[in-house]
């Protein structure tokens, strides 16, 4: 009786080792997995802000060429946001000025204060453009979810 008690419990620990090892694969496979699929996303977002980028300039160049542009580059801010209400709430979502951190003065003008805050001006003049003549935004940058790489343990 006695040998086949230990002789259970010996199986019985053989299956739990067995069980922790591969819980610990599991666990190193999600982590690359895991890994994997960050750098994927990020990949796609950095493919999604190029197409949003080409985009941009093939339709700033459509708009340069059949003269409809009403906004440039060479304007004020002051200009621009008198074109329009909401040029100033578009003008903040490119942070060009509207927070602290990307304030500018009237005088700056347009392609001044976008090169200073680290943004390309042709999504600028595309959405300020669409805005000015057709009263619709078009080409915003889209607010994305972020998802890090964070393993949570418990």
């Not at 591969?22 to 999600?30: D, I």
């Not at 951190?101 to 390309?120: F, H, I, K, M, P």
């Not at 669409?130 to 972020?146: F, H, I, K, M």
Request: hydrophobic fraction near 50%; include cysteine; glycine fraction near 6%.
């Amino acid at each position: 009786m006695i040998y086949a008690a230990l002789l259970v419990a010996l199986a019985a620990l053989f299956v739990a080792w067995r069980a922790g090892r591969a819980v610990k694969e599991l666990k190193e496979r999600n982590a690359r997995l895991s890994s994997q699929l960050y750098d994927l996303r990020v990949d796609l977002r950095q493919a999604a802000e190029a197409h949003r980028q080409a985009i941009a300039q093939l339709s700033y160049d459509l708009m340069r060429q059949a003269g409809s542009l009403q906004v440039r580059g060479d304007m004020s801010v002051e200009e621009v946001t008198r074109l329009h209400p909401q040029a100033a709430a578009l003008l903040a979502r490119f942070h060009v000025g509207g927070c602290a951190s990307c304030a500018v003065d009237g005088a700056t003008r347009l392609e001044e204060a976008v090169a200073a805050n680290g943004g390309q001006l042709e999504p600028v003049l595309v959405a300020l453009n669409s805005l000015v003549t057709d009263g619709a935004v078009s080409l915003l940058p889209e607010d994305q979810l972020r998802s890090p790489n964070v393993q949570l343990l418990f």
